[in-house]
């Protein structure tokens, strides 16, 4: 069964914090891994990996993927209130997309 | 572009009725999806559809029904409401396939009572 494992759960941190999160999956046939962040509704696009070691990088916000040990991190530097969220990874493998629980991250000032 | 609508944002149901999830993408996407999200969960794929006239099941299909007669169009029918079946129901679409990044609706939240 193909599963995506996220750590922490739950995060509290203050700003100017720089935080890494944690995803590790066991899937079949992986094709790519991606990152989704979400505040009170859907959920937004942050990255999409497919490679190893290449490292993907927006803002404050960064994402690598290492193939061989089959997880990535998140990292945020310099967080902000504005970053409090749950970030979302996610695995497409073959016909199937498969979510992990989440870690809710709080920022507080 | 309006992306990825859903019709309603909020219903209340009681057990046994049935009701349609409206979905719609103006994105030209092939690739469309139903998830439902629990509190403190991740999401979970109900169904998926890869282009017009062709559905196939997710990880949790039972309960749901769903068609795709056009490629804007993905509705989620639930027959026999079960309060099993509150949730959040999200619509995403992609482009070409699983691997690409998918954009969602803003959700409805369903209470079966």
């Known amino acids: 069964e193909d599963k995506v494992v996220q750590s922490p759960l739950s995060l509290v941190v203050h700003e100017g914090d720089t935080v890494t999160l944690n995803c590790s999956y066991e899937v079949t046939n992986f094709r790519s891994l991606l990152w989704y962040k979400q505040e009170k509704k859907a959920p937004t696009f942050l990255f999409m990996l497919t490679s190893s070691g290449i490292e993907k990088k927006s803002g404050r916000l960064s994402s690598i993927l290492d193939k061989k040990e089959l997880f990535s991190i998140l990292n945020i530097t310099a967080t902000q209130t504005g970053d409090s969220a749950i970030y979302l990874c996610a695995v497409s493998a073959g016909q199937n997309f498969v979510f992990g629980p989440g870690t809710r991250l709080s920022v507080l000032p | 572009n309006a992306g990825v609508t859903q019709t309603p944002k909020f219903r209340i149901l009681k057990i046994g009725q049935s009701m349609t999830l409206q979905c719609t993408q103006d994105?030209?996407?092939?690739?469309m999806y139903w998830y439902r999200q629990d509190p403190g969960m991740g999401l979970k794929l109900i169904y998926y559809s890869v282009g017009a006239g062709i559905t196939d099941k997710g990880e949790v299909p039972n309960g749901y029904n769903v068609s795709r007669s056009t490629t804007e169009d993905f509705p989620l029918r639930l027959e026999l409401a079960a309060p099993s079946q509150t949730s959040v129901y999200f619509c995403?679409?992609?482009?070409?396939?699983?691997?690409?990044?998918?954009?969602f609706g803003p959700g409805t939240r369903l209470t079966v009572l």
């Open positions: 995403a679409s992609s482009y070409l396939s699983f691997a690409d990044t998918q954009y």
């Open positions: 994105m030209n996407h092939n690739y």
